[in-house]
């Protein structure tokens, strides 16, 4: 039985056809895996993948028992997912809809992105307007995008600017920025709950750690106190940035090539507690 099943699985050429079939299939599921990323589906749709592999893993070794439980089970599997997802499975349709090539393609300008927030946090310093701008990098941030205000808007220095005046309702919360385009503002983050941290940080800054405790973003931090721009990567703060260092320590977080600047602009790093 077993070596019937694995001659299934042998190689044969494959015709142009097939390698489309394959390439659309990649696409789709790459596009469905980043659409889930950074949400609680990721873990159950790890569990149910789980599931599926004990499933054919259960017919090639003819393990009648589970093959029957597992065949039994899945069908009212799938029609829980459809439950369970169906806020996910409405969204993923329209954005499927408002993008039809699902925006695979679209193009960014990292260091563009970075002038504009750079510009907006030394602007907003100045005025000593706080303000917390998170940055996603590998690691999804739906979670948190849902507890905001979605926008899905295109960044820039004036929808910044406009997000944290204090005077409009969506200035109280983190601005979570994906790509090249604001996500959601007004964003609840988790506060650190690090002891060694210095009594003297506010509820921004350790909102900025917590994040970057559970997360590999990047968060730039702007004080209504003192007015003093900080950068938060890794639970570890750095202060007292101007415009200059803090574009340069941005380009270096975001892993975006730039001519490197004089390194006695920019400040040391120093570990959260130290603060």
């Known amino acids: 039985m077993l070596p019937q099943r694995l001659a299934l699985l042998r190689i044969e050429e494959f015709s142009w056809v097939q390698v489309l079939d394959i390439l659309i299939v990649a696409v789709i599921i790459y596009q469905l895996l980043q659409f889930i990323r950074g949400t609680h589906a990721v873990q159950i749709a790890v569990g149910t993948l789980l599931l599926v592999v004990f499933y054919w893993g259960s017919q090639l070794l003819n393990l009648e028992a589970v093959n029957w439980l597992l065949r039994t089970f ?16 409405r969204k993923g349709l329209a954005h499927l809809g408002k993008t039809p090539l699902l925006g695979a393609f679209s193009r960014e300008r990292p260091e563009e992105v970075v002038d504009e927030i750079v510009l907006a946090a030394t602007t907003l310093a100045s005025q000593r307007i706080g303000a917390i701008v998170v940055m996603e990098r590998e690691m999804g941030l739906r979670s948190y995008i849902e507890t905001g205000i979605g926008l899905d808007a295109l960044l ?10 204090p005077k409009t309702p969506l200035h109280d919360g983190a601005v979570i920025v994906q790509g090249n385009r604001v996500a959601a503002a007004a964003c609840f983050l988790p506060l650190t709950v690090n002891p060694a941290l210095s009594r003297t940080l506010g509820s921004r800054h350790r909102a900025a750690i917590g994040i970057t405790e559970d997360t590999d973003a990047v968060v730039v931090v702007v004080s209504e106190e003192t007015g003093t721009i900080s950068l938060v990567a890794g639970g570890r703060i750095r202060r007292e940035y101007d415009g200059p260092a803090l574009k340069a320590a941005l380009l270096e977080a975001m892993d975006i090539d730039e001519a490197p600047v004089e ?7 120093a570990p959260a507690r130290d603060e």
Do not use: R
């Open 74 to 89: 899945l069908p009212y599997v799938v029609f829980g997912l459809i439950v369970i997802f169906q806020a996910e499975i």
């Open 156 to 165: 820039t220095y004036d929808l910044l600017i406009s997000i944290f005046n």
């Open 263 to 269: 390194e006695s602009s920019a400040p040391q790093a």
